[in-house]
């Protein structure tokens, strides 16, 4: 028997407590031994909930209980949560997480201490939800080596920049909805801003290079400047655009970033939409491979967190590597890098755009005082100057990845 604590009943909380109980057979017989929820860990009461004796108010009930060997901490943010899985590695139990947060701000410290204390820190559904990428890149692709990482890492924005693709609605327009169906926060800075996506990027980027990629040096740009216009262009070039977490190794360091993209059709991440997450990985021996499925929500999160329980129970008493040291991964500077950019501008300045941009192509659309043009591939820091030059002539540039 093999007792599992829960630290928060939230909503991955209860879906951790939820698929424990209902998928019991099947976790039970792949970890090798019966596992149950002793303790959940939560400052309010549920009167009424099946689970309710089971709900404690003191994270010391948990940290001296000899049967809890495995803790699933599902309750975001960095505090408490860093003290409590600090303490319960450094007393031998694993942690098994779906805190982005915590892990990209301590993953390194807390690895080093489960590696020490012969316990496990496993961190599946930070990254895509329900999607088994950080498994993937642990334990299938560990013959590889990983070249590059493109992913669609937040479902709040995927769904609102799908909703403006379909609906040609306006980026307040459609969030308002997302708000009111429940699909994005009441305060969605963290997703529209790119920083929900920064910290899965930089958790992906460090298990790629073995080396630990700071989120806050990553270059982040959201969404919220995007307009209904700019998709009216993106349609009439074949185009979508989509927010990506990207990471690519390149000669002059980790290339990583978020930002909005515009893709054609035949770019491998075009077809998810929706709240989907998809990841994009492109490694020496295999080549390319994609992985796809809901990155966000209840029992798809909780799964993930599952899974890491049942890895724990296999490997209880014994640490499994995580390729992620503490020392810092260089960056590159993405301002020197080469890429074709759409830029979106008033009619009456096409001579300007132009001649800031020779050599492009234009997108015209009849009886619209606005114009789009594709620029020919230049260093990001050549066309930051000459877009900025063009002052208030342009409304809208936007990153082309091939
Ligand atoms: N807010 C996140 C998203 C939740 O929309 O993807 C999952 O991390």
């Known amino acids: 028997m093999v007792g599992v604590a829960v630290l928060g009943y939230g909503t991955v909380g209860s879906g951790v407590v939820e698929v424990i109980e209902q998928n019991n057979d099947v976790v039970s017989a792949r970890a090798g031994e019966k596992l149950y929820v002793k303790h959940i860990l939560d400052l309010r009461e549920f009167p009424g909930d099946p689970y309710e004796n089971k709900v404690v108010h ?14 699933c901490e599902t309750m975001g943010g960095v505090k408490p949560a860093y003290d409590f899985t600090k303490a319960a590695l450094l ?5 098994c997480t779906s805190n982005k947060e915590l892990v990209a701000n301590h993953g390194p410290e807390l690895l080093a201490i489960a590696k020490e204390k012969n316990c496990n820190y496993m961190f599946e559904a930070s990254v895509g939800g329900g ?4 498994r993937t890149i642990n334990n299938a692709l560990t013959a590889e080596k990983i070249e590059g990482i493109t992913g669609i890492l937040n479902g709040t924005t995927n769904y609102i920049l799908t909703k403006m693709d379909k609906e040609g609605a306006d980026f307040a327009e459609v969030l308002a909805k997302a708000q009111e169906l429940g699909y994005a926060e009441r305060n969605p800075e963290a997703d529209v801003e790119g920083y929900d996506a920064c910290r899965k990027i930089a958790i992906l980027s460090s298990l790629m290079t073995g080396k630990n990629v700071k989120y806050e040096n ?8 995007i307009t209904a216009d700019d998709f009216v262009y993106a349609k009439a070039a074949g185009m979508a655009v989509k927010i990506f977490g990207m990471s690519k190794n390149t000669e002059n360091g980790t290339l990583a970033m978020v930002a909005p993209f515009m893709i054609s059709a035949d770019y491998p991440l075009y077809m998810v939409n929706d709240v989907f997450n998809g990841v994009f990985v492109r490694s020496n021996m295999l080549g390319d491979s994609m992985y796809y499925g809901r990155g966000a929500g209840k029992l798809p999160t909780a799964s993930a967190v599952v899974g890491d329980v049942v890895e724990c129970a296999r490997n209880l008493g014994n640490n499994v590597p995580v390729f992620w040291d503490a020392e810092e991964a260089k960056l590159a500077d993405i301002s020197e890098v080469s890429r074709s950019y759409f830029v979106r501008a008033k009619a009456e300045a096409k001579a300007d755009v132009l001649a800031a941009f020779p050599g492009g192509e234009e ?40």
């Open 363 to 402: 997108v015209v659309i009849e009886g619209r005082n606005d114009f789009g043009y594709f620029t020919l591939e230049m260093k990001e820091k050549d066309f930051a100057e000459k877009y900025a030059a063009l002052g208030d002539k342009v409304f809208m540039r936007i990153r082309v990845e091939k």
């Open 58 to 71: 003191d994270f010391n009930i948990i940290l001296e209980d000899e049967d809890v060997q495995i803790i």
């Open 91 to 95: 007393k031998g139990k694993s942690v």
């Open 218 to 225: 990553i270059y982040t740009e959201g969404i919220t400047k």
């Open 131 to 134: 999607i088994p990428i950080i």
